[in-house]
């Protein structure tokens, strides 16, 4: 089945360490993001990329870095820069500009120890 | 700026009536897209209705429709019938003539049985 997978589900870190997030899509999207959720609250946009090497800045980029070296890949990296990182990340696709819905994964649940 | 502003933290239903969902945006573009999301507890993002800003008709899916006021910047949620499976989250979201997705706050809706 066509879809976005997210891993690992939860995740639990050290202060100071570096994580990385996977996000994978078999759904040929060219468009792909990255949110943050934290509890109670709405969706904020980390970054995005449009097509393959190529990627943006959303409204909360700092203490994270992301590639987009493959169409159906997104890696993200929580960085030790990032102050408090502990919440939900939500990867979604979408087949491109102005097209419709996102279509999202299942989330990881990152928790900073 | 707020960009998409979802008014009511909390809704409360009873089972099988209709409850209405507020959500007001703010936009100076004329093409835009307005998304209805569902989250339940387990995290995922379940895309429910899409109105388009050209679109005349209001949109239907199923129990769900769009109350769409375009001069008032307004996308209301109607879900007819209330389950008791539609207790969640519901998010309201815009795309604008751009690559990103902005989201409200959301509204925590409860169906009573």
């Known amino acids: 089945d066509g879809g976005i997978t997210q891993s690992p589900k939860y995740l639990f870190r050290k202060e100071g360490q570096n994580v990385t997030l996977s996000c994978e899509q078999n759904l040929n999207h060219d468009a792909m993001y990255w949110y943050r959720q934290d509890p109670g609250q709405g969706l904020r946009l980390i970054y995005y990329?449009?097509?393959?090497?190529?990627?943006q800045k959303g409204d909360i980029a700092e203490g994270y870095s992301v590639s987009r070296e493959k169409k159906e890949s997104f890696p993200l990296t929580v960085t030790s820069a990032q102050k408090n990182p502990t919440a939900f990340y939500l990867c979604a696709s979408s087949p491109g500009v102005n097209t419709g819905e996102l279509f999202f994964g299942e989330g990881s649940r990152l928790t900073v120890l | 700026a707020q960009k998409i502003t979802q008014t009511q933290p909390g809704m409360f239903v009873q089972e099988k009536e209709a409850v209405t969902l507020d959500c007001t945006y703010d936009?100076?573009?004329?093409?835009?897209?307005l998304f209805w999301y569902k989250q339940p507890s387990s995290g995922e993002m379940i895309f429910l209705i899409y109105?388009?800003?050209?679109?005349?008709q209001n949109a239907t899916e199923g129990r769900y429709s769009l109350n769409f006021q375009k001069a008032r910047k307004s996308a209301n949620l109607v879900i007819s019938a209330s389950q008791l499976g539609d207790s969640a989250m519901y998010f309201c979201a815009m795309r604008e003539a751009v690559w990103d997705m902005r989201f409200g706050a959301g509204t925590r809706l409860t169906v009573k049985p």
């Open positions: 109105q388009g800003s050209y679109d005349e």
């Open positions: 936009t100076s573009d004329q093409s835009y897209g």
């Open positions: 990329s449009q097509i393959v090497n190529d990627f």
